[in-house]
């Protein structure tokens, strides 16, 4: 079965400073990769996906996330914090039978100091 | 910017007490889907609908019932609510089925059962 794992709960940066959230997954074949975002009482929202084809890619917000196949990664990055910033983000990976197949990691809080 | 509207956006039961969770879209999308979030266990699939006329179970649907009554609505009832369904509930809906599609959520009902 697939699995995600964010290895850190909550995370704290400054305000400026950069960032880089870690996602790992288990899952045989080549997986389709998301990051989402949730603010404080509101639904998630998508941020950027991975399907196929350059291993960098971007977002929405300035944020980017790089697949590593040999790592079983897909870490989320921004160069620089805003503290609007702070919210729970969320890694899921999906398979080729559908979205009832997405699994969602357990989400990192991130807290943004100024 | 409706999207995806839920209702209540609170709710608090006792046990035994039954309740609907209402879901509307205006995105013209074919699946939607209910999902509960609680601390620590990310976002788990409770039933999801395909398309209209169809739902289907998810990972966690004991306890629960829903209604694809149109295109544009689905709807999640609980029963005889137990205490363990405290959560945050959410509905999202997407495009189609496939796993590109990214899933597009409301902000959310809180629900209390005491």
């Known amino acids: 079965a697939q699995s995600v794992t964010q290895p850190d709960i909550h995370i704290t940066v400054s305000e400026g400073a950069s960032l880089e959230l870690r996602c790992n997954y288990s899952y045989g074949a080549t997986p389709y990769l998301f990051w989402y975002v949730q603010s404080p009482g509101q639904g998630l929202q998508l941020l950027l996906k991975y399907f196929s084809g350059d291993t960098l890619v971007q977002g929405i917000k300035g944020f980017e996330a790089e697949f590593k196949r040999s790592q079983s990664s897909f870490n989320l990055r921004k160069p620089s914090v805003h503290w609007s910033d702070a919210a729970e983000y969320f890694c899921?990976?999906?398979?080729?039978?559908?979205?009832?197949?997405?699994?969602f990691g357990t989400g990192t809080r991130l807290t943004i100091i100024p | 910017n409706a999207g995806v509207t839920q209702t209540p956006k609170f709710q608090v039961l006792k046990t035994g007490q039954s309740m609907t969770l209402q879901c509307a879209q205006d995105m013209n999308h074919n699946s939607m889907y209910w999902y509960r979030q609680d601390p620590g266990m990310g976002l788990r699939l409770i039933y999801y609908s395909a398309s209209e006329g169809t739902t289907d179970k998810g990972e966690v649907p004991n306890g629960y019932n829903v209604s694809r009554l149109n295109k544009r609505e689905f709807s999640l009832r609980l029963e005889s609510a137990a205490p363990s369904q405290t959560s945050v509930y959410f509905c999202?809906?997407?495009?189609?089925?496939?796993?590109?599609?990214?899933?597009?959520f409301g902000n959310g009902t809180r629900l209390t059962v005491t």
């Open positions: 899921a990976v999906s398979h080729n039978f559908g979205n009832e197949k997405l699994t």
């Open positions: 999202a809906t997407k495009w189609s089925r496939a796993e590109n599609s990214p899933l597009h």
